[in-house]
């Protein structure tokens, strides 16, 4: 009895096909992708819109296949051709995180000097240069936005008050920002209910931006020595930029290991 690769969905309750193989020698739920073009009146509908790549547990029936199957690969080059429409249209990228930076802080003194509620000295502080190196591909970028400032006016017979709210951009210190817009909403209303007509008038600002997709990490380590019943410490701090970089993805790589297991499985 063969197991053919195929491409299905789930069943009409969201479950995966009794057929297909999910035991841990095998694969299931691979490289998804939705069956729906856009634009279209939609070929699969929820929870069958997504097709997925598997191994069926028996030969495909020349006189008809259960619902949530799609179709089958039948040849390595067609597998590797499968995946780069998939990888194409889903946007596939291998991200590798690269230790782009580190340096370290070192802070020595007595123990008496630690911890004092007034610092009155006895510590020394050394520095080392950041070390840094380039990682490979292209260091990804993050896009989004988000409300960075509100301003509500309340217009009243006895006045105009103001109320702002600011909320600015956060990223990581080792991150670079860059393609800063923003866009303004406005949105009046009035109330009559009480008799005497309040306008608010809310002004909405929502900036767009782009970041590099770099974070900063630390860590430390305290040691402490004793000579003569003198105790001294010591805290390192070790500080680290952790980039994310992009390279193409290796869809001969990813056939082959597919086609390796559909291989071992058929023999």
Request: proline fraction near 3%.
């Amino acid at each position: 009895m063969a197991q053919p690769l195929v491409k299905y969905t789930l069943n009409k309750k969201g479950q995966v096909p009794y057929w297909i193989d999910t035991g841990s020698d095998s694969f299931a739920g691979q490289h998804a992708i939705s069956g729906n073009k856009d634009g279209c009146i939609p070929r699969y509908e929820d929870p069958q819109e997504t097709i997925y790549l598997g191994l069926a547990t028996g030969d495909v029936d020349s006189d008809g296949t259960p619902d949530p199957y799609v179709g089958s690969i039948t040849t390595k080059t067609a597998l590797t051709t499968y995946l780069k429409t998939v990888g194409n249209t889903v946007k596939y990228k291998t991200v590798t995180a690269t230790v782009t930076g580190i340096q370290t802080a070192t802070t020595t003194g007595l123990s008496t000097a630690w911890g004092q509620t007034e610092y009155s000295g006895g510590l020394s502080t050394s520095t080392t240069t950041k070390h840094t190196v380039a990682g490979v591909g292209t260091l990804a970028t993050i896009s989004t936005s988000g409300v960075t400032k509100v301003v509500v006016a309340t217009d009243t017979t006895t006045g105009i008050s103001t109320a702002t709210t600011d909320t600015p951009i956060v990223i990581d210190a080792a991150s670079t920002l860059s393609g800063v817009s923003t866009s303004v909403g406005i949105v009046t209303t009035t109330d009559s209910s009480s008799g005497l007509a309040v306008t608010t008038t809310t002004t909405t600002d929502t900036t767009s931006y782009t970041y590099t997709d770099v974070t900063t990490n630390s860590s430390t380590s305290t040691s402490e020595t004793t000579t003569d019943g003198v105790t001294t410490r010591t805290d390192t701090v070790t500080t680290r930029e952790t980039g994310n970089y992009e390279t193409t993805y290796d869809y001969a790589a990813e056939s082959t290991r597919l086609w390796d297991i559909y291989t071992a499985k058929n023999s």
